[in-house]
């Protein structure tokens, strides 16, 4: 059987947001841009409110200037509108490593993200290290 569009889709852009290097417009940096919807709604672990459009997601990366984050990879599933990726997040900031593992869910239509929502195994621990 071959694999849903965004199973491939969702792969494509969790690869190139490890891959990406944000001080430059690079391609993995051009791979995420097209993977989301330009009024993206961008639900945060921890977060109440969620970011809100492309526009506002660039703005916040200062914020985290001094964080790398690796996904690896463990699962994707999808159906035309939905697609789920399981699994784990190695998150280093200020000398410090906290990993944890998440279910991103995407909604996605003609082939990108219009909502993303994470869900993790501890959202205290999370809350904590970005503070």
């Given at each position: 059987?071959?694999?849903?569009?965004?199973?491939?889709?969702?792969?494509r852009?969790?690869?190139a947001m490890?891959?990406?290097?944000?001080?430059k417009?690079?391609?993995?940096?051009?791979?995420v841009?097209?993977?989301?919807?330009d009024?993206?709604?961008?639900?945060?672990?921890?977060?109440?409110?969620?970011?809100?459009?492309?526009?506002?997601?660039?703005?916040?990366?200062?914020?985290?200037?001094?964080?790398?984050?690796?996904?690896?990879?463990?699962?994707?599933?999808a159906?035309?509108?939905?697609a789920?990726a399981?699994?784990t997040?190695?998150a280093t900031?200020?000398?410090?490593?906290?990993?944890?593992?998440?279910?991103?869910?995407?909604?996605?239509?003609?082939?990108?993200?219009?909502?993303?929502?994470?869900?993790s195994?501890?959202?205290?621990?999370?809350?904590?290290?970005?503070?």
């Amino acid at each position: 059987m071959a694999e849903h569009p965004n199973v491939a889709l969702v792969r494509r852009a969790m690869q190139a947001m490890n891959d990406m290097d944000m001080s430059k417009a690079d391609e993995e940096m051009a791979v995420v841009d097209a993977f989301m919807a330009d009024d993206i709604v961008w639900h945060e672990i921890g977060r109440a409110e969620p970011r809100r459009g492309k526009d506002e997601l660039r703005a916040t990366m200062s914020e985290f200037s001094d964080t790398t984050i690796h996904y690896e990879l463990h699962d994707v599933i999808a159906n035309d509108d939905h697609a789920i990726a399981l699994g784990t997040a190695t998150a280093t900031r200020n000398g410090k490593t906290l990993e944890y593992r998440t279910a991103e869910i995407f909604h996605i239509r003609d082939g990108r993200a219009t909502e993303r929502w994470a869900f993790s195994d501890d959202t205290a621990k999370i809350v904590a290290f970005f503070a």
